[in-house]
């Protein structure tokens, strides 16, 4: 059974903060991994990553890849209070890009 | 680009009806897309996959009989709770593959929350 796990499950951090958030993944027949940020409704996407050591980069928020280890990270830089949200980190499988979501991490940024 | 939208956002009915939610690709076609349902405070599960013009291919433990899945276009599949419970009532998210430069990605609708009375 595939499997994705992100942790922490929950993080409060200070506006100006960095963080970093983890997914871990077993799965067969591996094509991408994604992340997306869930508010209120349902989830927008960030990255794709498919490749081990290419960093993806948008604004504060950057993304990496680690086949070998099965494991990727986002980072979030100089964190705002409109960064408050779940990060769902999802990997697509097989040849109908299935994708298997971990459980999130909720995010809360403080003033 | 790549924008999906679901009918209705919400909805509530009472125990028994059927309850049909369209989601549709606006900008794109999509042979493939999926339906995912989402409990308060849990990650999205996925339900099934559905192709254009053939059978959706349900994951283990979701009902074909109950959530009935039509792909009728390539822009439009429809997914039907029949004989909605309480136990039903979820946030139900449909999502359409389309090409981001080369790469497939999965673009979502904004969901439809279902209460069932």
């Known amino acids: 059974e595939d499997k994705v796990v992100q942790s922490p499950l929950s993080l409060v951090v200070h506006e100006g903060d960095t963080v970093t958030l983890n997914c871990s993944y077993e799965?067969?027949?591996?094509?991408?991994l994604l992340w997306y940020k869930q508010e209120k409704k349902a989830p927008t996407f960030l990255f794709m990553l498919?490749?081990?050591?290419i960093e993806k980069k948008s604004g504060r928020l950057s993304s990496i890849l680690d086949k070998k280890e099965l494991f990727s990270i986002l980072n979030i830089t100089a964190t705002q209070t409109g960064d408050s949200a779940v990060y769902l980190c999802a990997v697509g499988t097989g040849t109908a890009s299935k994708l298997t979501f971990g459980t999130g991490t909720r995010l809360q940024v403080t003033l | 680009g790549a924008v999906v939208s679901q009918h209705p956002s919400w909805v509530i009915c009472k125990s028994g009806t059927s309850v049909k939610i369209e989601c549709r690709s606006l900008?794109?076609?999509?042979?493939?897309m999926f339906w995912y349902r989402q409990f308060p405070k849990q990650s999205l599960m996925l339900m099934a996959t559905?192709?254009?013009?053939?059978?959706?291919?349900?994951e283990q433990g979701v009902e074909k009989d109950k959530f009935l899945i039509n792909h009728a276009s390539l822009t439009l599949s429809t997914l039907t709770v029949t004989s909605a419970h309480p136990e039903d009532s979820s946030f139900y998210i449909c999502s359409a593959k389309a090409l981001t430069g080369e790469q497939e990605t999965q673009y979502f609708g904004p969901g439809t929350r279902l209460l069932v009375l």
């Open positions: 559905s192709n254009e013009g053939s059978k959706a291919t349900y």
């Open positions: 498919t490749s081990s050591g």
């Open positions: 799965v067969t027949n591996f094509r991408s």
């Open positions: 900008d794109f076609q999509a042979t493939t």
